[in-house]
């Protein structure tokens, strides 16, 4: 024993460099493990918007399960609108309405590729195949009232009537406002949709983000250049809107959102403060800290 002592303590002592390189081989390896994490398991979401209060709160930290859905890869170069090619891994369980959902946002109506990658929050309401339909601000999904989350806000005491249309309302040109909307029914792989004139600024949009050319010659319509009168949907999409009715720019003003869009489920709320108080305000900030509201669960 007294050997061994000796010969530890003639070691000769391990060098600034070396330290320096045992540092950085421990940090890689957390911060890989960081990312795999964060890639395919869980993930944090700060919500920015008010658009699903009160279930969520602007300002709220939440952990968003990721491999529920199906995990993949990281989408974009992180903190940067730079796309990446992703794989996905199986899912756990497929998605279900009134599911809350993250996803990546597809983008305004009228605009094909958006600018910015941004993750979006919403309640998933109706799933690939089904008819959605608001009538006096209730929702009804295949012709049945839907289940009215818990939380469910309105902010007008008075319901928009049937004959007053919203122009910025989806699809384009629908005589509808966000009380009283659709039926419209949610695209599903293979179904087919009629293409005409009449509706050819409804479908002109969402064509292209399947990755066809559309456009109209007259009464004709062509796709990839080819005179047609029905387009084959390639993908399967859900429809999600805000608990905060009256605050959420949604499915009814932006439309569809694609499966394989679907980012992960959030599970619970791990911080929530007031994110419209300044950084710099930073007492501000603490004193607005929810306390209640940490450790609540998303349903």
Not at 247 to 257: C, K
Request: with cysteine; aromatic share 14%; glycine share 8%.
């Amino acid at each position: 024993m007294t050997k061994q002592i000796k010969e530890e303590q003639n070691k000769p002592p391990i060098s600034f460099g070396r330290k320096s390189l045992l540092f950085l081989k421990e940090a890689g390896i957390v911060l890989g493990l960081f990312l795999v994490i964060n890639s395919f398991v869980f993930a944090s979401f700060l919500v920015p918007t008010g658009s699903m209060e009160n279930e969520v709160l602007t300002g709220e930290l939440l952990f968003v399960n990721k491999f529920i859905y199906g995990a993949t890869s990281p989408r974009n170069v992180h903190f940067t609108n730079i796309r990446l090619p992703y794989f996905k891994l199986p899912a756990f369980r497929d998605v279900h309405r009134n599911d809350v959902i993250v996803f990546v946002f597809p983008g305004e109506r009228d605009v094909v590729h958006p600018t910015d990658f941004v993750f979006y929050l919403k309640r998933c309401m109706a799933l690939s195949g089904d008819t959605i339909q608001v009538k006096n601000r209730v929702v009804y999904v295949n012709g049945k009232m839907a289940p009215i989350p818990r939380n469910i806000k309105f902010d007008r005491p008075e319901i928009w009537p049937p004959n007053i249309p919203d122009e910025g309302i989806f699809p384009k040109g629908k005589p509808w406002n966000q009380d009283q909307y659709g039926p419209l029914v949610i695209p599903k792989k293979g179904m087919q949709v009629p293409l005409n004139a009449q509706n050819y600024d409804e479908w002109a949009v969402f064509v292209q983000r399947e990755g066809h050319s559309i456009e109209r010659q007259g009464d004709q319509i062509l796709v990839d250049g080819k005179p047609t009168n029905e387009y084959t949907v390639q993908r399967d999409y859900l429809f999600g809107m805000g608990d905060h009715r009256d605050n959420s720019l949604d499915g009814r003003y932006w439309g569809f959102i694609p499966r394989e869009d679907l980012v992960g489920t959030p599970m619970i709320v791990y911080w929530s403060w007031d994110t419209d108080i300044p950084l710099y305000d930073i007492f501000g900030r603490i004193a607005s800290i929810r306390w209640g509201r940490i450790g609540s669960l998303i349903e």
